[in-house]
């Protein structure tokens, strides 16, 4: 069992950063593969950014360029650094853990981008 807790949102302007911060409970972190996932109101969850284990990234076109996401085995966590936000990236964002075939969700972070 793996549980998550997620960290980092809130009200921002927008051009502003934030970091966001998953920390995993138990000792397989390192062979999960980690991802974020945001999900605004109204619309379907969906994939931002994923991490291997062995650290190859991927990131959905959207968010190219301004979102990167990283990984320390030694903390149990995966961060979600975001730049240059826009108010479209308003949403709840998801950590998510993909480990050994099964899969976890964190309670979620909300990124609120306004001025």
């Known amino acids: 069992q793996v549980q998550l807790v997620e960290s980092g949102g809130g009200l921002v302007q927008p051009g502003g950063s934030l970091r966001l911060s998953c920390t995993a409970s138990?000792?397989?972190?390192?062979?999960?593969?980690m991802a974020w996932y945001r999900q605004a109101p109204g619309k379907e969850r969906e994939l931002v950014a994923s991490i291997t284990g062995g650290g190859t990234t991927n990131y959905d076109d959207s968010v190219k360029g301004r979102f990167t996401i990283s990984r320390d085995n030694a903390k149990n966590t995966v961060y979600l650094q975001i730049d240059s936000l826009k108010p479209e990236d308003t949403a709840a964002y998801y950590c998510?853990?993909?480990?050994?075939?099964?899969?976890?969700w964190g309670q979620g972070t909300q990124v609120t981008v306004s001025s």
């Open positions: 138990g000792s397989i972190f390192s062979i999960c593969a």
């Open positions: 998510n853990a993909r480990c050994f075939g099964r899969q976890y």
